[in-house]
Structure formats: structure tokens, C-alpha cells
T-cell receptor, first 112, second 115 residues
């Protein structure tokens, strides 16, 4: 069965620092992969998605993610974080039958 | 922009009550989903629907049922609420595409407390 692991439950970075959130997936074929962000008290908003082609995908709010098949990873990056990036981030993989399988989430805290 | 609206942001109910959570989307999407979100567990799929009057069990359907009488509306029903159903509930919709390459669009969630 498909699964997603986000190894970091909570990450703290300073404003202006670079960010990388890790995501590892388990899937037999070429996966469809997504990153979502959830601000406090809100639903999930799509940051970016990977289906095929270029392994580096660009998203909204200055985020990007790189698909690495050899490592079964789809890590999210941002060169310089802003205080407004504080949120919870979810990685998800197509679970087949039009379902998504989500990771446990990574909570991001930004130090001023 | 896709709009997914959940009828309540906060809800408090008592053990044993029948609880209805409503979700409406405005983009004529065929696929709709109900998740619950708990700390450390991420989002877990309860039920989903491919079309009107169609429903499929997700990963944790026990204690829940759903109703899809109209395309735009997908209701989650707690038949007899219990305290372990206290959680955040999220509704989502998506248009069908090749495989699952269309993203899901989420509502703002309903935080349900069962006393």
C-alpha cells in the first residue's frame, strides 16, 4: 500500500533562513505527489504538485520541490522563509482510486 | 477559484447524538471526500464519493456514514457520536482527471467536540 513519511514533526527556523521539509513515499509506479500547507484554523491549500517531466517543480509562495526517484523523496524547499510561512505542511501521494494518502505533517515555526 | 464550504467551523455535541456535517462545493466536481485530522496522524480518509448517490469507504469509516443526494453537497453523519470522534473534519472536492493528477480543494474544516 502507498504510504508517506514526513520524518520531522516540528521544525524551527529563523526568518530569512533557508528551509527544507522532508517527504519520503512508498509507491510502486511513478507517483503523483503533492505538498499542501495549512495555516492555523484553515483548510489545506495546494502549494505544488508533481506528475511527470521536470523533477524540480515550482509552486506558489516561492516554494519548490524536487522529485528524486532513487531516494523515493519529494522534499519541499524555500530559499528564504518569511514569518507568514509558519504553518503545518503536508506531503501527499496518489493512493490510487483517486484517493490521496497524506503524511503526518510537519509543523513549521519561524523565529524572528 | 474553487470554493468548498463547510457549514460549521466549530460544533459541540453530546455523546449519543446524531451529528451532521455539511459540505458544499461550487465547481460541479464529481469527486468529494471527508477526512478527519488528528495531531500526529495527519489526514485520514473516512469516506469519498465519485458521483451523486455513490459512496466508497475510506480508511476509517467505522462510526460514520455519508450522503450525496446532490452533486454539490456531501454530508458526513455520525450515527451515535462518541468522545473518540472529537476531531477536526475536513471536506475536499476535485474534478476527475487522469489517475489522481487533479489536486483536491479543501474547506476550512469543522472542529467537532463530543462531550
Amino acid at each position: 500500500a502507498q504510504s508517506v513519511t514526513q520524518p520531522d514533526i516540528h521544525i524551527t527556523v529563523s526568518e530569512g533562513a533557508s528551509l527544507e521539509l522532508r517527504c519520503n513515499y512508498s509507491y510502486g509506479a511513478t507517483p503523483y505527489l503533492f505538498w499542501y500547507v495549512q495555516s492555523p484554523g484553515q483548510g489545506l491549500q495546494l502549494l505544488l504538485k508533481y506528475f511527470s517531466g521536470d523533477t524540480l517543480v515550482q509552486g506558489i509562495k516561492g516554494f519548490e520541490a524536487e522529485f528524486k526517484r532513487s531516494q523515493s523523496s519529494f522534499n519541499l524547499r524555500k530559499p528564504s522563509v518569511h514569518w507568514s510561512d509558519a504553518a503545518e505542511y503536508f506531503c501527499a501521494v496518489d493512493g490510487g482510486a483517486q484517493k490521496l494518502v497524506f503524511g503526518q505533517g510537519t509543523r513549521l515555526t519561524i523565529n524572528p | 477559484d474553487v470554493k468548498v464550504t463547510q457549514s460549521s467551523r466549530y460544533l459541540v455535541k453530546r455523546t449519543g447524538e446524531k451529528v451532521f456535517l455539511e459540505c458544499v462545493q461550487d465547481m460541479d466536481h464529481e469527486n468529494m471526500f471527508w477526512y478527519r485530522q488528528d495531531p500526529g496522524l495527519g489526514l485520514r480518509l473516512i469516506y469519498f464519493s465519485y458521483d451523486v448517490k455513490m459512496k466508497e469507504k475510506g480508511d476509517i469509516p467505522e462510526g460514520y456514514s455519508v450522503s450525496r443526494e446532490k452533486k454539490e453537497r456531501f454530508s458526513l453523519i455520525l450515527e451515535s457520536a462518541s468522545t473518540n470522534q472529537t476531531s477536526m473534519y475536513l471536506c475536499a472536492s476535485r474534478e476527475p482527471g487522469e489517475g489522481s493528477n487533479q489536486p483536491q480543494h479543501f474547506g476550512d474544516g469543522t472542529r467537532l467536540s463530543i462531550l
